[in-house]
């Protein structure tokens, strides 16, 4: 089972504000921590949403939308997928996560689909060719 932590943004990773040393270092110890019990698949930040853009579709149609965009407790400042046995596996290891806002902050699980959840059909071939949607 592949779940994802997200860390929600803020104001000031918004603004493109480091977090401090301390926070650095708390999030190498808990990822040291994940690759040590062979969970850790991935883990970023992300840069501030002034330096990206959205495609919004009306059917056919695609419009480009730069950045910035409002609304930070709705955005994503990082994550990290974590690969675990069952669901309770991932709460434990979420549970430990390091605040990632020092004060008042929030993080968001999600489990990954698996192909698998998506029955058998000829995409879900081609998805796997590409070894795209797999388990590690």
């Known amino acids: 089972m592949r779940f994802m932590i997200l860390v929600k943004a803020t104001k000031d990773s918004e603004a493109g504000v480091m977090p401090p040393e ?3 270092s708390a999030m190498a110890d808990y990822h040291e921590q994940l ?3 062979g969970v850790l698949l ?3 930040g992300l840069q501030p949403t002034s330096k990206g853009w959205k495609i919004q579709y009306s059917g056919g149609k ?4 730069d950045g910035p965009f409002t609304e930070a407790k709705e955005l994503v400042a990082g994550y990290t997928i974590i690969q675990v046995k069952t669901r309770e596996e991932a709460i434990e290891w979420a549970n430990r996560f390091p605040n990632p806002h020092l004060d008042k902050g929030e ?3 999600r489990q990954m ?3 698998e959840d ?3 059909f000829e995409a879900i071939d081609r998805f ?3 070894s795209a949607g797999q388990k590690t």
Request: net charge negative.
């Open 22 to 24: 301390e926070l650095f």
């Open 35 to 37: 690759a040590k019990a």
């Open 42 to 44: 991935d883990a970023n």
């Open 62 to 65: 695609r419009t480009v939308i």
């Open 107 to 109: 993080i968001e699980i």
């Open 113 to 115: 689909f698996e192909l």
């Open 118 to 120: 998506f029955g058998e």
């Open 128 to 130: 796997r060719e590409m």
